[in-house]
């Protein structure tokens, strides 16, 4: 049983919105619900590490900074299940109710809900996009045998390749056809 996991992580801004360049320096952990990105699942083994920056810039408040999560996914070519730290690149933009007018039409904002920002959504996408789409255990993984299932990183397995599947077999008789022929 995976334990419950927060769908929203609120921070509080009030002390920052009534002096431009104010900021916030939010450094905590927080329970990470899995990620699942098409086929692979990313299941976090400890919370996530947040260090971002809030500031107040005027017409809404920018997040930047850093999530940090270590989670465990599989690898796409072995099939073994393996540790893998993701480090993002936070960006977010948050602004009051009714101000959404006030800025670029192209700039993608969240909205500030009384004092509070959400936080999560930045971290989840910014996690998302440091996640490789085909993890491997080690870039070295040689894979499994397709006939045995042996781990081949570990050494060559026993299984002796079947030449009469190789490509070089049916070249070797049309060799040997087209010198009949001559
Ligand atoms: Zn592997
Ligand atoms: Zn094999």
Redo the contacts with the bound molecule.
């Keep these: 049983m995976a334990e419950a996991t927060p769908d929203q992580l609120k921070i509080d801004v009030a002390a920052i919105v009534d002096e431009l360049a104010d900021t916030i320096d939010v450094e905590l952990e927080f329970p990470l619900a899995p990620i699942t990105l098409g086929t692979e699942e990313f299941v976090p083994v400890a919370p996530a590490r947040v260090d971002v920056t809030l500031t107040y810039a005027g017409t809404g408040i920018v997040a930047s900074g850093t999530v940090a999560a270590d989670l465990a996914a599989t690898c796409s070519r072995c099939l073994q299940e393996f540790v893998m730290t993701a480090t993002g690149d936070v960006e977010g933009f948050y602004v009051r109710p009714g101000t959404e007018a006030e800025i670029p039409e192209e700039q993608e904002a969240e909205l500030i809900v009384g004092r509070d920002i959400d936080l999560l959504p930045a971290l989840r996408a910014a996690l998302a996009l440091a996640l490789p789409f085909a993890p491997v255990h080690d870039e070295e993984c040689k894979g499994i ?1 397709g ?2 299932g ?1 781990d081949l990183s570990a050494g060559p ?3 002796t390749p079947d030449l009469s599947l190789s490509p070089f077999a049916v070249l070797k008789d049309i060799i040997t056809d087209s010198g009949d022929d001559a």
Excluded: E, G, P
């Design positions: 045998c006939t045995c042996a397995c026993d299984c």
